[in-house]
């Protein structure tokens, strides 16, 4: 004889949310991003100072200035790509039909 089939709503659990999420605690996006603006602006004046340093003759490190100004170009350049995929997955998200 066969054992009988168990019910399926026995076999249906609530899914626990995922861990470090908005109130839970966690860091939140805006945050996280608000940290990466920051990091960029810190970046920029950076390279601004050390731009100015060279050229007033405060400082002859022709490396390190380049290295500062290579750095805050990098840094806005993965800034603006972020800020390009948000973009488009806030434009994906305008397009879901409900």
Do not use: C, W
């Amino acid at each position: 004889m066969a054992d009988p089939i168990a019910p399926i709503d026995a076999a249906i659990r609530p899914i626990a949310p995922a861990g470090g999420a908005g109130a839970a605690g966690g860091v939140r996006f805006a945050d996280t991003l608000r940290d990466l603006v920051g990091e960029v602006e810190q970046a920029q004046k950076a390279a601004e100072e050390a731009a100015r340093a060279y050229a007033t003759g405060r400082s002859t490190d022709v490396t390190a200035t380049m290295i500062a100004m290579e750095r805050a170009s990098i840094t806005l350049a993965l800034m603006l790509q972020v800020r390009n995929r948000l973009l488009e997955a806030y434009h994906e998200i305008q397009r879901m039909q409900v």
